[in-house]
């Protein structure tokens, strides 16, 4: 079975850093391009960040560039995601995703870590 | 960047009845469009990519459609368990989301 699990979550003040970790299961992720996507409290999905299979290529949203640090351990088969300079507008649930067939679109999410970021 | 621009926002609607959710992009491209449906505290699910694709385990109740800037979703025959917010997103290069469509019970 195909599990997807993030950690690293919390509150954090403003300027602060958070590293998230996806762990995954029941496939290997060297095989595949990996994205974090965020929501908000009450608002729609924003994809984040994503990651080539072996890690090659990253891409960032114009909101995060600079600031986040996607990156991924393949013999861990663990994905990361390095915020720094974290403001209160990252607050959100953060999922990690796996991308289809080379395609940005998401069929395994994780559960989502929520950071909160505030005073 | 492409802009996804979903409607209704949201919607009230029957048990049985047949609905249609729009998603209109800012530019055309071909076909490289998702649907996802997301219940309160769960991560979104996949239903179908590449406008039609069925993904594995979905009701063929749900179909998708269109081509170039107007794409829309159809629950032919609404079930309880698809009370839900659907999710369009854009594929054809910085992946973009629509800003959701609530699916309400009437």
């Known amino acids: 079975e195909v599990q997807l699990v993030e950690s690293g979550g919390g509150l954090v003040q403003p300027g602060g850093s958070l590293r998230l970790s996806c762990a995954a299961s029941g496939f290997t992720i060297n095989n595949y391009w990996m994205h974090w996507v965020r929501q908000a409290p009450g608002k729609g999905l924003v994809w984040v960040s994503r990651?080539?299979?072996?890690?090659?290529?990253?891409d960032y949203a114009d909101s995060v560039k600079g600031r986040f640090t996607i990156s991924r351990d393949n013999p861990k088969n663990t994905l990361y995601l390095q915020m720094n300079s974290l403001r209160v507008e990252d607050t959100a649930v953060y999922y990690c995703?796996?991308?289809?067939?080379?395609?940005?679109?998401?069929?395994?999410w994780g559960q989502g870590a929520l950071v909160t970021v505030s005073s | 960047d492409i802009q996804m621009t979903q409607s209704p926002s949201s919607l009230s609607a029957s048990v049985g009845d047949r609905v249609t959710i729009t998603c209109r992009a800012s530019q055309g491209f071909s076909n490289s469009l998702a649907w996802y449906q997301q219940k309160p505290g769960k991560a979104p699910k996949l239903l179908f990519y590449g406008a039609s694709r069925l993904e594995s385990g979905v009701p063929s109740r749900f179909s998708g459609s269109g081509s170039g800037t107007d794409y829309t979703l159809t629950i032919s025959s609404l079930q309880p368990e698809d009370f839900a917010t659907y999710y369009c997103q854009s594929f054809y290069s910085t992946p973009t989301f629509g800003q959701g469509t609530k699916v309400e019970i009437k």
């Open positions: 990651i080539k299979s072996d890690g090659s290529v990253t």
């Open positions: 995703a796996r991308g289809v067939g080379g395609y940005s679109v998401f069929d395994y």
